[in-house]
């Protein structure tokens, strides 16, 4: 801008002048000088400030959108339930907090209908992230079953890592450090929503690769329990399902709050 810019003076239909406004950069000019600065949320948060300058020094600090090989969501437009259909349908609602919960809602689908596009069809290891809505934003697991078939609503997000462990990536988002992240950059005046690009901006640290590895290991140990829990509820043990699944929610709890200390610099391993 030019110094004859600087200044632009608003005249009425005489000529009069009426107003005069200094300006000192155009919009354009601020961008390009400082794309992320108080347009994004990591300038003007303070709770985001906060929570990132909790992260020892010791850890390079990337944007998780470096380790997405894709991201997808599920099936868009009206559901159609199908009860000999061989694919089981999941929303926000089955996430929880060890694992994916069919029976919470049970629900089948056609093979190859419109809501089993096949973008959306999960795969082993699939980090699968509630999007929307007070009841779901944030809710993270992984897919950890195998030789069947699962497809997920619109309000989940499918998403593939690499470079990274997926196992270190799911408790991190369910991590003070993660979570608070997404509710941080989630949007919405009514029902809270994360755009990918959100997510793709949110900060992980890059805990050292034995660290990740022994993330996955305990995280191994919880499903195994989630999976002993479902397997009794599938069969209406209420007291095996109550007793493995409270097993793997304090083992749960217990990696979550080692890798924030970990995160924090306040221990070195996750594995004593």
């Known amino acids: 801008m030019t110094k004859k810019n600087l200044v632009q003076i608003t005249t009425d239909q005489r000529g009069n002048e009426i107003i005069m406004v200094r300006v000192n950069k155009t919009l354009k000019e601020l961008m390009e000088e400082k794309p992320s600065s108080r347009w994004d949320v990591s300038f003007w948060h303070p709770d985001f400030q906060n929570l990132i300058a909790k992260i020892s020094n010791n850890y390079k600090v990337d944007l998780f959108g470096d380790y997405i090989e894709s991201i997808t969501y599920g099936q868009v437009g009206q559901r159609v339930y199908s009860e000999k259909g061989s694919v089981k349908y999941i929303q926000t609602i089955n996430i929880t907090s060890t694992g994916v919960d069919y029976l919470i809602k049970l629900a089948t689908i056609d ?90 901006a949110i900060k992980i640290p890059i805990l050292p690769d034995k660290a990740q590895k022994n993330i996955e290991l305990e995280y191994k140990k919880m499903a195994v329990y989630h999976g002993k829990a479902m397997e009794s509820k599938k069969y209406s043990n209420e007291a095996e399902y109550k007793k493995n699944i409270e097993i793997a929610e304090k083992m749960l709890k217990d990696l979550i709050a080692k890798t924030e200390a970990v995160i924090r610099g306040e221990r070195v391993v996750i594995i004593d």
């Open 111 to 200: 093979e190859g209908s419109h809501n089993d596009p096949l973008r959306s069809r999960l795969k082993y290891g699939d980090l699968l992230l509630g999007n929307a809505g007070m009841g779901g934003l944030g809710k993270v697991t992984l897919f950890v079953d195998k030789d069947i078939k699962v497809n997920i609503s619109q309000d989940i997000d499918l998403i593939r890592c690499k470079n990274i462990n997926k196992y270190y990536v799911v408790v991190y988002l369910k991590s003070v450090f993660g979570n608070k992240q997404i509710w941080i950059r989630s949007r919405g005046v009514g029902a809270p929503k994360l755009p990918f690009d959100e997510i793709k």
